[in-house]
């Protein structure tokens, strides 16, 4: 019997871990400002850079400078407007809209293709890098919609080859599965802590020491003049405890990849050939699912299972309001009864064998009522 809430939607956010909450409220007791000369500026700045070694610990960083940002849009952000030199921007069709729509005016923006598994096309990334060497390539580790991992180390060697500069959004994939910054080997990475039980609105950009990059948000001289703006010392240090238990938590979560195998059954079960899932023959992070079903309305159907207090998403959060068909599902040529079909599923560590169940049993009274209305 299912009482509670079922939250399904962990790829676009968390829940705030009950440690990380504990020290948050904590820090939120005392006037802490990294600014400050005097003892409580001091244990601010202690707590600070606590935290940028245990993100640095989680993501083998310790060859690249953390600045503490509101989030991954303003460090990508960041990057794109702040490289001396870059003329050309180069970025695929599958990117989070964080990075597809982050366009300078004064950059010349090329669109990189991705194969039917949501693969970013490395034969089309090769054939448009530019000539010249001023350019930065900006490619995400795990899709957000798809869970598809991307080939970031052979993409980083290529870029490099070049003289190129290459960014990484490694948003989906920190706290799923193991991130390492010196494996992959690119030059600025993006991360938010409320995608792995950290709280919103703090995030951090990462980039390889010897680097020179400019401030987006100009003003006082922060983050060694690389972000003014006070730092939001408790939303760190809640930051630096996800990242602390991220580290804890990687081989628990990777069992979350049977629940992922259960629902993919139980979705084949209920809908046959009018199901399409994306990315099935490729890896991807254990906690994701997304899949289409042909002439269904995805809107419809979250609103089905919210009714049925199961939470879950019609693709990325930060474009799931609009009505327009999938950007990711056209990426991957996707047939065009598919296009308006697409649902995300993503779980967190707190799923159930008996919610997916439950979300099964509501799932095909929707779709049995669907078919009798299509005929």
């Given at each position: 019997m ?13 829940p ?7 020290a ?12 400050s ?5 001091s ?6 850079n ?10 083998n960083?310790?060859n690249?400078?953390?600045?503490f ?30 990075v597809?729509?982050c ?20 034969l ?10 001023n ?15 991307q080939?970031?180390a052979e ?15 490694i948003v989906?994939?920190v ?6 910054l ?9 991360v938010?802590?409320?995608?792995f ?13 010897g ?6 948000i100009?003003g ?8 003014a ?6 939303g ?8 602390m ?30 199901l ?12 994701t ?35 327009n068909?999938?950007r ?21 560590l ?5 919610e ?8 095909q009274?929707f ?9």
């Amino acid at each position: 019997m299912i009482t509670q809430p079922v939250y399904f939607d962990h790829n676009a956010t968390t829940p705030l871990s009950n440690e990380a909450l504990l020290a948050m409220n904590q820090v939120y007791q005392f006037p802490y400002n990294t600014s400050s000369v005097h003892q409580f500026g001091s244990k601010a700045n202690q707590l600070v850079n606590e935290a940028r070694k245990n993100l640095q610990n989680l993501l083998n960083a310790h060859n690249y400078e953390v600045i503490f940002t509101s989030g991954s849009t303003e460090s990508t952000n960041t990057v794109f407007n702040g490289i001396e030199g870059i003329s050309d921007i180069l970025f695929s069709v599958i990117e989070h809209s964080s990075v597809f729509n982050c366009r300078p005016h004064n950059k010349n923006i090329i669109e990189i293709t991705s194969d039917k598994q949501g693969i970013i096309n490395i034969l089309d990334l090769q054939e448009k890098l530019p000539k010249h060497s001023n350019f930065l390539v900006s490619a995400m580790l795990a899709n957000n919609e798809t869970g598809a991992i991307q080939p970031i180390a052979e993409i980083a060697k290529i870029v490099h080859q070049k003289s190129g500069l290459i960014h990484c959004d490694i948003v989906q994939a920190v706290g799923k599965i193991k991130v390492d910054l010196e494996q992959l080997n690119v030059d600025f990475a993006s991360v938010s802590a409320h995608k792995f039980r950290g709280p919103q609105g703090i995030g951090a950009l990462l980039v390889r020491k010897g680097i020179d990059i400019k401030p987006l948000i100009l003003g006082s001289k922060q983050e060694k003049g690389k972000r003014a703006g006070s730092l939001n010392v408790a939303g760190i240090v809640g930051f630096s405890v996800a990242c602390m238990q991220a580290q804890e938590n990687l081989t628990e979560f990777a069992k979350i990849g049977n629940l992922i195998t259960k629902l993919q059954q139980g979705l084949k079960n209920i809908c046959g050939d009018n199901l399409y899932i994306l990315s099935q023959e490729v890896a991807k992070i254990p906690n994701t699912l997304f899949f289409a079903v042909a002439n269904q309305n995805s809107q419809t159907a979250v609103i089905h299972c919210d009714l049925h207090n199961i939470y879950l998403s019609s693709g990325s959060a930060c474009s799931s309001g609009s009505v327009n068909q999938s950007r990711i599902l056209k990426a991957l040529s996707a047939e065009e009864k598919f296009l308006q079909g697409g649902l995300r599923i993503g779980l967190g560590l707190g799923n159930t064998e008996q919610e997916i169940d439950y979300f099964l049993n509501v799932y095909q009274q929707f779709y049995q009522l669907q078919q009798k209305l299509c005929h």
